[in-house]
């Protein structure tokens, strides 16, 4: 699929740029507020900084609406690319109201 870096060099990212790049966050400063709220758990444990790592299999949980949205991270981004390369980076793990 193209925009998913395949390479074994990219075995992490900066959960600001992951959020921005998976279209989660509608910009890469509204994606470190975000992730500099305290709000963010990322694998269970909370996230206070923008430089925080996910990899492939990183679990995310955050606020989204009135709910609670809890994601698997299933691919690392090469690009900001269309919203349905981006849906592709993520699985729901589970959606709470």
């Given at each position: 699929?193209?925009?998913?870096?395949?390479?074994?060099?990219?075995?992490?990212?900066?959960?600001?740029?992951?959020?921005?790049?998976?279209?989660l966050?509608?910009?890469?400063?509204?994606?470190?507020?975000?992730?500099?709220?305290?709000?963010?758990?990322?694998?269970?444990?909370?996230?206070?900084?923008?430089?925080?790592?996910?990899r492939?299999?990183?679990?995310?949980?955050?606020?989204?609406?009135?709910?609670?949205?809890?994601?698997?991270?299933?691919?690392?981004?090469?690009?900001?690319?269309?919203?349905?390369?981006?849906?592709?980076?993520?699985?729901?793990?589970?959606?709470?109201?």
């Amino acid at each position: 699929m193209p925009g998913i870096a395949r390479d074994d060099a990219m075995l992490a990212m900066r959960i600001d740029k992951f959020l921005w790049y998976a279209r989660l966050a509608g910009s890469r400063s509204a994606a470190q507020k975000l992730a500099e709220a305290g709000t963010l758990r990322l694998d269970g444990r909370r996230v206070d900084r923008a430089h925080a790592l996910v990899r492939p299999g990183s679990v995310l949980a955050f606020v989204q609406g009135d709910g609670v949205r809890v994601l698997q991270v299933v691919a690392l981004p090469g690009r900001r690319g269309p919203a349905a390369e981006a849906a592709a980076l993520f699985a729901d793990a589970a959606h709470r109201s």
